[in-house]
């Protein structure tokens, strides 16, 4: 068990390994990620019998939780093959956002830099420890893990072997740092070293990061739940409507960009809603209606207040008739969750009034909310989604992680 | 005295608001900017009336705190005049950021859209009331305002005649608000709505700012003081860097992009350092040194470790002969406070290895800190200056106040 002062330390050696990490060159970092990934598969053995431990506590456990926590042959490489992604990715870290000259002669150059120090809380995937090392040692940042009671066997040997990795291509020591102990009251005291972390990502269930968000004294970018909509226009086509819904509801209604309520325009309800909801009950999908939902297809159960702010995260859809798209706009900025939505309709000017009216991170015209993800959106990567509006909003990649500074090139100028 | 509830409801309100500005042309919003700079001066006498009632109150405050509170005509035209260069300005709302097309066709637009509610705390000076509002409404946020007891009068005189003039060119009702009553049990509470408000950016002391940032529930982008240092290198020009310093101290010694502390070049130091402290004596600056300084001149007080952590506002420097650039920048690193650091160097090399090396918003190379300034950096405007590095990093300007959102444009897409 660590005591706080070590987790003190920790964190003040992190710092000190950012300042000397912001300058190693993307050879230096690119070389260590591929050196990462061969050490993960020359000791896939050692991770699979740590993981075998953990597996054995979590017999207890759901299905998901153990299936989100079990690894393989197959998913150490997976792992191994992130890292070596990453390697070819571009490095954000130098890029000139904006240089200008002013007329005393100063040029000012508005530069990508890293963020510093960046705090990871996150729960059962231990592929996260890989993923999260590997983003931020190629942005430039030292990173502090602190996992999951579930892996912490896991994550420790992962942690272990790419450390170790890392020392031999000269990286400074303590870029990765790993909290070995779980419980809430190192997190509560890591989360108050707003001297030495710049930034704090939390990845996991709705308790977990509104734990986070309320005791962290570091910023916090995160995101709750995933309550997804899709509105299909009086003017969609219906059989891309039907297409676009079906894909968004049913294709994987596990994760955070699924749609949960589906609002239809009354002008094409009659029309539309039969086949549709015909389609998902076929796919086992309960269905929840509002009273002229209910009226246009009957035996359906009712949507109650509750199911509108729900995040099902399984066959479960939420159904509401609307008058028109200022309705679904309001329905959708008063219930969801600012994360990805969907209009579906030929209509140029609609679409517009509502990719503009949603104040969400993501928002579609004609496409499935299902394609809200970094590799997906072409970043490369993807260490987590942000439905807050600060720094960063949607998938966060490699850009996400870094910050900028003024850099300012004189000549003896001074103010007068 | 308003209600907790009231400022509940009109942070709500306030919320319903940004929706709809969000979606308002700049024609419109720079047209209420125009018509509340000419409310501004037809309605000069009122204020003026107002800022009386609250500067026979503050008798008893210090001078420099009634020269930030009052008004004259003249200041009155300046507030006039700042709302009409906010009318000049590019809006922001809307820039395409980045667009791309994904090998399924899907385009993913990144477009820069307005945060929303924008909550800004200040203390005395009563043109941050209409700064902050026009600064806001062109970048199409809302925003509530709560200033400070010591000019409550003025403020909402301010306010009254710019939401009235506001009325006029049509902009949503409670695209301002002001919160009429002061203390911080009013400003806890609305610290605490972070369903309604995105982001606070207090302006004021560090007593002010500290209680705002510790009991925010909301994203607070702020800067506690600029502790900036001047750093001369062994290879600089030494009468340039003579001139840097002067100004860096005692052009406005006030002010957070002042500098506070000196670093020398132990090489230089007798010959730089004699005739460098006799002109900063005979401006009346007094000298803080440590034991190396004080044996290169004679006579100087000696400075404590506080010293180096001390924003003296005013005609004090701390001095320190240092054994290289390294030491330069772990000082800076370790005592500064992220704001704006310079070098002097003519060493090219040295000079890259500063501008990286410390972590802070402004970095400086043969120039005066003192240029860290919105107008000055070119972005005609400042709403403040961050020293933090979540979303904005230095002056903070129309852009600043600006996030974006992912528009996806497909014809029909789902996920495989």
């Not at 972390?197 to 995101?223: A, N, Q, T, W, Y």
């Not at 008739?321 to 008063?334: P, R």
Request: some cysteine; charged content about 25%; hydrophobic content about 40%.
């Amino acid at each position: 068990m660590m005591e706080m002062k070590n987790i003190n330390e920790l964190a003040k050696r992190a710092k000190d390994a950012s300042y000397a990490l912001a300058a190693v060159p993307s050879r230096v970092k690119d070389g260590a990620l591929r050196r990462m990934a061969r050490a993960l598969e020359s000791n896939c053995q050692e991770i699979i019998r740590e993981n075998k431990k953990d597996m054995a506590y979590a017999r207890h456990l759901s299905g998901a939780l153990t299936d989100r926590l079990i690894l393989n042959e197959a998913r150490v490489r997976l792992m191994a093959d992130s890292l070596r992604h990453v390697a070819l990715l571009k490095d954000p870290v130098g890029e000139v956002i904006k240089s200008g000259l002013r007329p005393n002669g100063l040029r000012i150059q508005k530069s990508r830099v890293p963020i510093g120090v960046i705090g990871i809380i996150y729960e059962a995937r231990p592929n996260v420890t890989s993923d999260c090392i590997g983003l931020c040692l190629k942005s430039g940042n030292a990173v502090i893990l602190k996992g999951g009671s579930e892996a912490i066997n896991t994550n420790r040997a992962i942690f272990r072997i790419l450390q170790k990795a890392a020392k031999k291509s000269s990286l400074p020591p303590d870029t990765f740092s790993f909290i070995d102990t779980t419980g809430r009251k190192a997190l509560d005291y890591l989360l108050g070293l707003n001297k030495y972390i710049d930034l704090i990502i939390p990845r996991g269930g709705e308790g977990l990061i509104r734990f986070v968000d309320e005791h962290s004294k570091i910023p916090v970018i995160k995101h709750y739940k995933g309550i997804c909509h899709t509105y299909v226009d009086a003017r969609a086509d219906l059989a891309m409507a039907e297409n676009i819904c079906f894909n968004a509801k049913a294709q994987r209604p596990g994760v955070c960009n699924a749609m949960e309520t589906l609002l239809v325009h009354i002008d094409i309800a009659r029309e539309f809603l039969p086949a549709m909801i015909n389609r998902y009950k076929q796919a086992g999908v309960e269905i929840r209606g509002c009273p002229r939902t209910r009226k246009i297809v009957l035996g359906i159960k009712a949507a109650k207040e509750i199911d509108w702010h729900t995040e099902y995260l399984g066959l479960i859809l939420s159904v509401k008739v609307v008058s028109g798209l200022m309705e679904a706009i309001s329905h959708i900025n008063h219930y969801g969750s600012r994360h990805s939505d969907a209009i579906v309709t030929k209509d140029r000017q609609n679409a517009m009034k509502f990719l503009r009216g949603v104040d969400s991170a993501c928002v579609y015209v004609n496409a499935s909310t299902r394609f809200t993800d970094g590799y997906e959106f072409g970043l490369g990567a993807e260490i987590g989604i942000s439905t807050d509006k600060i720094h960063a909003r949607g998938p966060m990649a490699l850009e996400e992680l870094t910050t900028y500074k003024y850099m300012i090139f004189g000549n003896g100028q001074v103010r007068t």
